[in-house]
């Protein structure tokens, strides 16, 4: 399976960005996936995640903020993010996930996401 992300940037605080993550396999046949992100200096974390009934995972610090959802038709995922602020500045990175968020099939190469303040 291959995940290749789009949609990252500069953008300001309090502005939006949405991400894309198309795969390379039908997203019917992928139990869950998942926007995970490392800031420098960071341990990579899951900010949200979606599986294949529908379920949604989000960290506490994007609750509110971050959307993700998926576009069956295009095998394609998203992270819709709104009122960025500069602590969400990371590389961002789309992935498949089998029995937990440790647990990762296969990871998309990344697209970076800075938050000027």
């Known amino acids: 399976v291959q995940l290749v992300e789009s949609g990252g940037g500069l953008v300001q605080a309090g502005g939006s960005r949405r991400l894309s993550c198309a795969t390379s396999?039908?997203?019917?046949?992928?139990?869950?996936m998942g926007w995970y992100r490392q800031a420098p200096g960071k341990e990579r974390e899951l900010v949200a995640g979606l599986s294949s009934g529908g379920s949604t995972y989000y960290a506490d610090s994007v609750k509110g903020r971050f959307t993700i959802s998926r576009d069956n038709a295009k095998n394609t995922l998203y992270l819709q993010m709104n009122s960025l602020k500069p602590e969400d500045t990371a590389m961002y990175y789309c992935a498949t996930i089998r029995a937990g968020p440790d647990d990762v099939d296969y990871w998309g190469q990344g697209t970076q996401v800075t938050v000027s303040s």
């Open positions: 396999t039908s997203i019917f046949s992928i139990n869950a």
